[in-house]
């Protein structure tokens, strides 16, 4: 088919153009109608799925960690009771401002019944903590090693929280008959903590 018989083809009786013309007719149209229906139908619809499809994502990854959390809630119950349980039970091995009193009178009679004799029993300034009151008490003890440990385990056995810091031990200058270590006289240095909680509007 040459040019200038597709110059003179005519618009108005398209049956009569050659078959070659006809389909190659038929597939433009269809080219532009589905660039057309693409572009102004399917493009906006395709980009909104994306959208839907990323919001779902993002949903789905919510929903799978409420979901574990909500699995776990019963625990994290149980573990949050169990917290609080321990929690009061520390409180109440902490003093009350009337009661250091005689817990430094008890850390005193735990020194005489173990047998170590005083030396230098200073109860320090307390220093506040986010929620509790920090009591040092600096203390300088001698006896021998079996006295210590029994000290010590007196301190342990209070009904209040006391701790034993800073712990240093120096031997006497003589030993005793036998020349026995673990009989020789020894000078304990250390600090004695207790705490208390803060009342309200300290």
């Given at each position: 088919?040459?040019?200038?018989?597709?110059?003179?083809?005519?618009?108005?009786?398209?049956?009569?153009?050659?078959?070659?013309?006809?389909?190659?007719?038929?597939?433009?149209?269809?080219?532009?109608?589905?660039?057309?229906?693409?572009?102004?139908?399917?493009?906006?619809?395709?980009?909104?799925?994306?959208?839907?499809?990323?919001?779902?994502?993002?949903?789905?990854?919510?929903?799978?960690?409420?979901?574990?959390?909500?699995?776990?809630?019963?625990?994290?119950?149980?573990?949050?009771?169990?917290?609080?349980?321990?929690?009061?039970?520390?409180?109440?091995?902490?003093?009350?401002?009337?009661?250091?009193?005689?817990?430094?009178?008890?850390?005193?009679?735990?020194?005489?019944?173990?047998?170590?004799?005083?030396?230098?029993?200073?109860?320090?300034?307390?220093?506040?903590?986010?929620?509790?009151?920090?009591?040092?008490?600096?203390?300088?003890?001698?006896?021998?090693?079996?006295?210590?440990?029994?000290?010590?385990?007196?301190?342990?056995?209070?009904?209040?929280?006391?701790?034993?810091?800073?712990?240093?031990?120096?031997?006497?200058?003589?030993?005793?008959?036998?020349?026995?270590?673990?009989?020789?006289?020894?000078?304990?240095?250390?600090?004695?903590?207790?705490y208390r909680y803060l009342e309200?509007?300290?």
């Amino acid at each position: 088919m040459t040019l200038d018989e597709l110059r003179n083809l005519d618009f108005n009786n398209v049956s009569a153009w050659p078959v070659l013309i006809q389909v190659i007719a038929i597939f433009l149209v269809c080219a532009m109608l589905g660039g057309g229906g693409y572009w102004f139908v399917i493009k906006g619809q395709a980009e909104s799925l994306r959208t839907v499809q990323a919001k779902e994502d993002d949903l789905r990854i919510r929903f799978e960690a409420k979901q574990r959390k909500a699995a776990g809630l019963e625990l994290y119950k149980a573990q949050l009771a169990e917290m609080e349980e321990r929690f009061g039970f520390m409180l109440r091995q902490l003093p009350g401002r009337k009661e250091v009193a005689s817990l430094l009178q008890d850390v005193s009679q735990l020194r005489v019944s173990s047998g170590l004799e005083e030396q230098l029993f200073q109860p320090e300034k307390e220093a506040k903590r986010d929620f509790y009151a920090e009591l040092p008490i600096k203390i300088t003890l001698q006896g021998d090693f079996h006295q210590y440990g029994e000290f010590a385990q007196g301190v342990a056995a209070l009904p209040r929280i006391v701790t034993l810091h800073d712990i240093s031990l120096q031997r006497m200058g003589a030993r005793r008959r036998g020349g026995d270590a673990a009989n020789s006289q020894l000078v304990m240095k250390a600090k004695a903590k207790t705490y208390r909680y803060l009342e309200e509007g300290e």
